[in-house]
Each structure stands twice: as C-alpha cells, then as structure tokens.
C-alpha cells in the first residue's frame, strides 16, 4: 500500500462523504442550481437571532428577506469575480433558507444587519405569561 489511501469497492470516497455535511444529503435539493445557507440561530432573552454566512454579496441589492405566516425566508444572489495576473475567476449562484420561526415572533418587527460576510437578523419574541388566571363567575 505505501502510503495510498484504497478505496473499498461500494464505499463512497471521503471528499463525497463529508461534502453531505455542507450540502445534506443527496437527493434533498428540490430546484437545481439552488444552493445552501450555513447558518446559526438562538433564542436568547426574547430575541430570536439567526446569524447567515454570507460573504461576497452586496446586501443592498443581492439579498431578500421575508417573512410569511410564521416563516423567515431568506434568499441571496452571488456574483463574483476574481482577477489575477493570469486567470480570471467567477463565483455566482442562488442561495436559499427558511426557518421557521419561534411561536409569539414579531416578523413584521425584524431587523439585519450585515458585517464582514456575515448577515444578522434580529426578531423580537415577547415572553408569553404563563401563570394561573382566576376567572370570576357571574350570576344572575
């Protein structure tokens, strides 16, 4: 063998295994051409915070947050071009995300930010009463 990696017959190669962990699974990306958002997200002294990776956009005009019935979507475009001394490189693509969001979410009421290639969204979720009410009875 002398340092050579040998692949067994049927078993994937590692470059394809651990690409499942930035890609998911094969077979669950519905549109082509359509491509993942790493993110991270905390709920956190009402506020829920998800935080997207999102370098190389303008996010004035490349990227588009809504939310609907309870569902943050986030959508960004990529179009970039690197130039060196004798190649020229372009990175672009359709990036996508929703989330679902925590129940008692204000999503008319949340912000973003974006700073050093990474998108913030801020969305404030009110802390719901939970205690016992008395309810009087009325008699007539």
């Keep these: 063998m002398s340092g050579m990696i040998e692949r067994l017959p049927g078993w994937p190669a590692l470059p394809d295994l651990f690409g499942w962990v930035e890609t998911g699974f094969p077979g669950t990306h519905a549109v082509a051409g359509l ?13 829920y915070v998800v935080r997207a990776e999102l370098p190389g956009i303008d996010p004035a005009k490349d990227v588009e947050i809504t939310v609907t019935e309870g569902v943050l979507t986030l959508r960004a475009e990529r179009s970039e071009e690197t130039t060196e001394k004798h190649r020229t490189e372009f990175r672009y693509g359709t990036f996508a995300r929703a989330l679902r969001l925590p129940a008692g979410a204000q999503g008319e009421e949340a912000t973003a930010a974006y700073k050093d290639g990474v998108l913030t969204i801020t969305v404030p979720v009110p802390e719901t009463k939970t205690g016992t009410r008395t309810i009087p009875v009325q008699h007539g």
């Design 35 to 47: 491509h993942h958002i790493r993110i991270e997200e905390h709920l956190t002294d009402g506020t």
